[in-house]
């Protein structure tokens, strides 16, 4: 079954400071994969998208994630955190078969002065 | 610009009450989607519906119904309030051709509290 995981809940980075969060799917094919953002009391809003081609992806607002197939992961990264970056970040995977999107828990990112 | 709209940010209803959540998308999305999240739990299925009065089981149904009787709007009902339905309900559309490479458009949300 399509699953994906976020192993860090919370992370506190100071702004300037380059920031990576991490995500693992376990997924029998090629994945499409996502990663959301949603600042506080908002929706959720599309930051970039894999699913084929280049494994270094750049999205909106500065970040870009890399897939990596042998280690089922796809970590969003960002250079340098700005203060707006402050929300929490959801990978998600792609099953075609079930026309589903696969959430992970989410990784709440605070951003210090 | 493409829009899922919620119709309320924020309500307040008590126990045993029949609360309909409204979503209208503008893209003439063919998949709708509800999901509620909650702290450390992240985004779960509720319901979905890949056409006009088709609906379909997420991994959360119990306690939910849905309605769609128009392509652009997606129901979610919960038919006797119960406070542990307290939580983020966030609606969502996809294009069936074209979810795999572009995910959902999302709506802003409704805080639902069961009091």
């Known amino acids: 079954a399509q699953s994906v995981t976020q192993p860090d809940i919370h992370i506190t980075v100071s702004e300037g400071a380059s920031l990576e969060l991490r995500c693992n799917y376990s997924y029998g094919a090629t994945p499409y994969l996502f990663w959301y953002v949603q600042s506080p009391g908002q929706g959720l809003q599309l930051l970039l998208k894999y699913f084929s081609g280049d494994t270094l992806v750049q999205g909106i607002k500065g970040f870009e994630a890399e897939f990596k197939r042998s280690q089922s992961s796809f970590n969003l990264r960002k250079p340098s955190v700005h203060w707006s970056d402050a929300a929490e970040y959801f990978c998600?995977?792609?099953?075609?078969?079930?026309?589903?999107?696969?959430f992970g828990t989410g990784t709440l990112l605070a951003v210090q002065p | 610009d493409v829009k899922v709209t919620q119709s309320s940010r924020y309500l307040v209803k008590r126990t045993g009450e029949k609360v309909f959540l409204e979503c209208v998308q503008d893209?003439?999305?063919?998949?709708m989607f509800w999901y509620r999240q909650d702290p450390g739990l992240g985004l779960r299925l509720i319901y979905f519906?890949?056409?006009?009065?088709?609906?379909e089981k997420g991994d959360i149904p119990e306690g939910y119904s849905v309605s769609r009787e128009k392509k652009e709007r997606f129901s979610l009902i919960l038919e006797s309030a119960s406070t542990n339905q307290t939580s983020m309900y966030l609606c969502a559309s996809s294009a069936i051709r074209t979810a795999n490479n572009y995910g959902y458009t999302f709506g802003s949300g409704t805080r639902l509290t069961v009091v």
């Open positions: 998600a995977v792609h099953g075609g078969a079930t026309n589903k999107l696969i």
């Open positions: 519906s890949y056409d006009v009065k088709m609906k």
């Open positions: 893209m003439d999305h063919e998949n």
